[in-house]
């Protein structure tokens, strides 16, 4: 009885078994196929949302949190074509930078979504996701032999709203976005453009610009050309409080790889506007400018060059009868001014470049520069050197010149208050009277 009672439960358990595998598998195949159909439904839909409307992406490429990201354009085309363009300075030779273009093959595959998967080497794109050591950092302590750069080729694609996607890289899990521009617009037209709005934001020779917080409270942002920004709170020690976070120059501003908190006011998003400043797409408050451009125009490290055929009005009159006195005098020419602090004479200078033949001679004049507001500014001729003596009794119209710059009042305008590396002296007084001066 007992022998029998113990086959019957192995009986009624295996068929109990049975029936569960069975209620298992049948749940599973019914959940299953609507799964299965959700995802090849969103394939197809992601793949035509790519190839809609021309085609033709901004991707913001982020390969990692150590690094700048880098802007490519790519056009998509139903055949699984995609013709990837980029500039940065891994394209080029030693770290220079260099635009490139190629076409490759592209997918959306199925995994636990849709994804993005450029399936096909395309050597201007996956130069961040090539696990070979990166040739131009040639210590051995920064061998990235078997990562690289630890890029992604293949994106999960996350949401689709007004002409943006979201995407996240498969592997590192980088969230990035793809958006959708103008499918006439040239590859190395809009490259370019991106170039040079990084070169209207940071210039190496502005050391410092700022985050400025809708509570007056100012971060203090360095390397900005680096595009891996150096910030801490002004007023604080910047050796023990400064960090570090990686951006990104896109075609209208530029953004953090991902957000960050100062002071409670999350940011991440700017806009350039159209006198040169970031504007926060987040708040709608929050600033990125240089220094006042009284300030900026007085720093010590700064040599400002005044070019022949930039000056306007009485200053032009001026510098034509130099011309002409100089060539009279001693057959020499006017070749450009330029205003800088001399460490020698612990004092600004005006200094003129004059050329005869072989020889160079540099009229001084020294000045004192007075900041009136943050976009005004004096200067104070208190005297000349030997040579400046001389030139300015031999050619009155040097003297001239020296004294109008020296009773003027002078409003400072520049093309980008991020960069000011370009100014416009124009006299507060006769705005046909200007001087345009560079870095």
Known sequence: MKKFLNISLVVLIAMSSVSLVSCKNETEEIFDEDAVARLEKAKAEYADILVDKGGKWQMEYFSNDEEPGYIYVMTFKKDGSVTISGENKWLGTLGSMAYGSATSLWEVIAD???????????????????PEDIPSTDDEADNEQGYGHRGDYEFNLMKYSNDTLYISGKKHGIDMI??????????????????????????????QVYINLPND??????????????????GEDEISTSFTHNIIITHDGLSFMTPITLDGYVIQNFIRQADGSLLCRDDQQTTITADDLSVVFGYQSLLWRLNNGQFGGLYAE?????????????????????????????SYVLTFNVKKGANTFKPTFTLNEIPVDENHIEFDITGADNTGTVYAQRCPAMQALVDAIGSTTFMLTTPSLLAPVNM??????????FINVTL
């Open 318 to 346: 001026y510098l034509s009868q130099l011309a002409e006195e100089l060539k009279a005098y001693n057959k020499s020419t006017f070749v450009f001014a330029q205003i800088n602090y001399d460490l020698n004479k612990e």
């Open 424 to 433: 416009t002296l124009t006299d507060s007084g006769n705005a046909a009277n």
């Open 178 to 207: 793809m958006t959708r521009i103008d499918p006439n617009y040239d590859d190395k037209v809009y490259m370019d453009e991106v170039v040079a709005m990084a070169d209207s934001f940071f210039n190496a020779k502005i050391p």
């Open 217 to 234: 409270v100012r971060y203090v942002v360095k390397n900005g050309a680096s595009s891996i920004l150096s910030m801490y709170k002004e």
């Open 112 to 130: 636990n979504g849709p994804v993005l998967s450029f399936n096909s080497f395309n050597k201007y794109f996956h130069v961040f996701a090539d």
